[in-house]
């Protein structure tokens, strides 16, 4: 693939909106953080773990901005020295483009 997914951006999805083909959704695996688990086309999940809570949470504030600005919005489990994503896009039913796009950005982050 020569565009690398953490440069581009989410699209807004309307419902029914396609998941992507099984076969995208490996390409795309590749080129995340191997941490992340994907269940299907259903989900995307990925777990942190920080030294504090102070830093996790910092994470999750940096993660929020990042998906207010993108128009996508995971879910995120928040502890004591540990964060949980999970990417999903609810008008799909599934996994999309998006939810690659937000997780190679997350990676970077």
Known sequence: MSEEL??????????GTPTIAEERAV??????????????????RRELEFPNFRDAFGFVARLALLAEAEGHHPDI????GR??????????????????ILAAKLDRL
């Open 27 to 44: 390409e795309y695996e590749a080129q995340l953080d191997p941490s992340w688990a994907r269940e299907g086309l259903v989900r995307l």
């Open 6 to 15: 953490a440069s581009r951006h989410c699209v807004a999805c309307k419902p």
């Open 77 to 80: 489990e928040l502890g004591w």
């Open 83 to 100: 964060v949980a994503v999970t990417l999903t896009t609810h008008a799909a039913g599934g996994l999309t483009d998006n939810d690659f």
